[in-house]
């Protein structure tokens, strides 16, 4: 199963095999009851396309003029066929009949970063591609079409009845989810997943068709698609011009191909118009995307642990760690290239859980969820039937006071060996090899393992900065201790005496230090390896880690699953009137609601668009964040806004009444009758508690217009090619 983290806006990425138990626990979440859908506010909810029949009529009471079918078929084509996971981690949308892609700026960042050097400085400068043969590959990079969504939920408990062994249970299950996959992708190029919803309560089946072959076609400067940077990022008033554009190709029979020079461009079967006429407040929204995660039923003891106790630690940890990139990228420019995707993820994360956090106390969540609470025990006792309910919240809450402190420490684990220093990127490689080496060297393996850890270093050293990791190794590595305290032990000399021999005697000190252990290596460079201090400090930190804290943690997800699996249960049963969706778990997702602003906070009116105007009065405030090239400021002092404005102004963002999460970054707003209005990219500040509580006068998502993205392609950007292989409708 495709594991998932956060990185930067409301978008996610592939993790890898070692997950954190405590994202872990993020991903065993919902679907919905199918026989106790209920109807919805057009703010809130995350709505399964297969199942939309059920909402068409609200839908167009708010101003659709699509029907079910246009949205989601499978047996012809519809917009859900124009809808892609990017990288596994954010939403595109194909734009034209050549297989263009439009996603958010901060998605494609770390291809833009990839292409880009002293010599081709993309990211500051901008990137686009005058024909097909300029575009540019990105290995590794997919993009997946859903090609139907089935419930099996009966299919995956076929056999359960009367089993009551939970590795009985779970083998059962692991045989009919493979079953169902290997039916469903059987004579096809499809692959397939299924997907546990409601902790457990029902499953969806997801055919899928992966595209490898995704290239770079244009990428705005920094200066517009980071515009506003680490001040702007999740908060309104916002002017970010987040788009990149990307194309996929094809083999010949235009079905998915590794890259390959012969490659062509794919022609789908949907893509999406360009709705170039004028917007209006209240004007209808349909955001169509893979939202990542929400936990909407975390008990009132879980939600106060993550406010009071596991964000704060997050936040400190990524403070220490930003104030260290900010400055070494603002030395020179070949750090700030090398830093300027890392230093997004971590400070995304960073920003959004300080607004969380205040979201959550201003609006008293944990409060209301212990009203609900109460609410939810009172019905159970009132019938002999739902008794079993009762005891639930008591246990959700009793669990995250005995066992919360090792979520609490799988956190700070993840924070210090995953996000923190990345010469451990490099050592959580070779303990695959180290501890493989056997299986590896008889099977005759380990020359490829070593060749593919030369190539990598390639990438990764072209991407560090000695000096810079140096320092965030030696702040982290204290704060790590000091949140440790006695709980666990790390059996390394002192800070100082250990930052100087990592990086300065460690095979990871230099490129050339690591590429020549590995092109020598043999048997003696497993004793070299063990005895190396670098590798040595990870290889202990992370055993504590997977071997004690994992385990634990590993139990008490377990065991609040379960309860969590019980309470879902009940709260559909007992309380069928109440507006119910499910969470998020990254499969294809609608919302719909409206273009419109909010008022957050007493004596706070936000307008729901802001216009080239507001960017250039950023510019004039001196804050480095809101930089321009003069190129912008000589457009807007001449109005040259080509067919792009609206009444004299050209709008930038707009926000919206949509419920999105992590993953809807990139995903296509639509209008009432499906055309392309913008790009989802972010939410407001006050919006970040959304995962856990919805609050629908506070919460809006944030939105590029598509006719801001047209103008910088055109006239900005000189890259009016592309805009021509679009459909635009008024």
């Known amino acids: 199963m495709l594991k998932r983290i956060q990185i930067n806006n409301d978008s996610w990425v592939p993790f890898g095999i070692f997950e954190p138990n405590y994202v872990k626990m993020k991903k065993i979440i919902s679907l919905l009851f199918l026989m106790c859908f209920t109807v919805l506010r057009a703010e809130e909810g995350m709505l399964i396309p297969s199942l939309l029949a059920a909402f068409e009529s609200d839908m167009k009471a708010k101003g659709m003029k699509l029907s079910a079918a246009d949205l989601y078929s499978v047996n012809n084509a519809s917009f859900k066929d124009a809808i892609l996971h990017f990288g596994g981690g954010c939403t595109a949308e194909l734009v034209s009949n050549k297989g263009l892609v439009l996603t958010n700026h901060h998605c494609g960042l770390g291809q833009v970063q990839a292409h880009s050097s002293e010599a081709h400085d993309y990211l500051k400068n901008g990137f686009w ?27 995956m408990n076929f056999g359960l009845e009367g089993v009551e062994n939970g590795t009985e ?44 072959d995704v290239r770079l076609v244009g990428a705005p400067p920094s200066s517009i698609g980071k515009f506003g940077g680490d001040t702007d990022n999740w908060v309104w008033p916002r002017h970010t011009g987040d788009f990149t554009v990307f194309r996929i190709y094809v083999g010949a029979d235009n079905k998915p191909a590794a890259f390959n020079e012969s490659n062509v461009p794919y022609q789908p079967i949907k893509h999406l118009n360009i709705a170039f006429n004028d917007r209006k407040k209240g004007d209808f929204t349909l955001v169509y995307g893979f939202p990542g995660v929400t936990e909407q039923h975390l008990s009132s003891g879980n939600l106060r642990f993550i406010i009071e106790k596991q964000r704060p630690m997050e936040i400190l940890m990524r403070t220490k760690s930003i104030g260290v990139i900010d400055a070494a990228m603002k030395s020179s420019d070949k750090i700030r290239i090398q830093y300027m995707a890392k230093q997004a993820r ?88 180290e501890t493989n080496y056997a299986k590896y060297t008889e099977s005759g393996e380990l020359q490829k393992k070593i060749d593919a850890l030369k190539k990598g270093s390639d990438a990764f050293y072209k991407d560090y900065d000695f000096e810079t990791d140096r320092a965030i190794f030696d702040v982290l590595t204290n704060e790590f201790k000091n949140y440790l305290g006695s709980s666990y032990v790390i059996p390394t000399i002192a800070n100082e005496q250990l930052t100087k021999q990592v990086y300065e005697k460690s095979i990871f000190s230099s490129k050339e230090k690591f590429q020549d252990f590995l092109a ?25 880690w997977r071997d004690q804290v994992q385990q634990v943690s590993a139990e008490y997800n377990a065991a609040m699953n379960a309860h969590l699996k019980e309470f879902v249960k009940g709260k559909h049963e007992m309380f069928p009137d109440m507006n ?52 912008m400021i000589d457009l807007y002092k001449e109005k040259n806004y080509g067919p792009y404005a609206q009444n004299g102004e050209l709008w930038v963002c707009f926000t919206g009444s949509n419920h999105t999460t992590g993953g809807n970054s990139g995903s296509p707003v639509l209008d009432a009758n499906g055309n392309l209005m913008g790009l989802n990219f972010d939410r407001t500040w006050e919006s970040t508690m959304s995962d856990f509580y919805f609050d629908p006068n506070r919460c809006r998502n944030v939105v590029v217009d598509i006719r801001y993205v047209l103008w910088v392609m055109d006239i900005y950007c000189g890259a009016k090619h592309l805009v021509d292989e679009m459909t635009l409708v008024k």
């Not at 004579?187 to 055919?207: I, P, Q, R, W």
């Not at 799988?410 to 210090?416: N, V």
């Open 129 to 155: 591609a005058q024909t097909l043969k300029d575009e540019l590959s990105n290995p590794g990079l997919t993009a997946t079409r859903i090609v139907r969504i089935d419930d099996v939920t009966k299919a």
């Open 169 to 212: 249970i779970a083998k059962i299950m692991q045989r009919n989810m493979q079953q169902l996959v290997d039916d469903a992708t059987r004579g096809t190029h499809f692959k397939a997943e299924v997907k546990a919803f409601d902790y457990g309560n029902s499953y969806y089946l997801m055919l899928k068709e992966v595209f490898l």
């Open 346 to 433: 971590l400070a995304n994360a960073w920003k959004k859980n300080i607004g969380q956090i205040d979201g959550l106390k201003q609006l008293d969540a944990v409060g209301l969820k212990v009203q609900f609470e109460q609410e939810y025990m009172a019905r159970a006792n009132s019938k002999d039937e739902w008794k079993n309910y009762a005891a639930l919240v008591p246990k959700m809450n009793q669990l995250v006071t005995d066992k919360g402190n090792y979520v609490f420490l799988d956190a700070l684990f993840a924070e210090y060996l995953i996000f923190g220093p990345e010469y451990f990127k490099l050592c959580r490689n070779l303990i695959d090899i």
């Open 520 to 544: 020598h290596f043999n048997e003696k460079s497993l004793k070299k390896l063990t005895k190396d201090i670098g590798y040595a400090h990870f290889k202990t930190t992370w055993k504590i």
């Open 580 to 631: 119910q969706w499910s969470d998020a778990n990254s499969t294809l997702r609608i919302t719909y609601g409206q273009l419109e602003g909010s008022a957050p906070t007493d004596g706070m009116a936000y307008t729901e668009h802001t216009t080239l105007k507001g960017m250039i009065d950023k510019f004039n405030t001196g804050n480095p964040d809101f930089e321009l090239q003069p190129r």
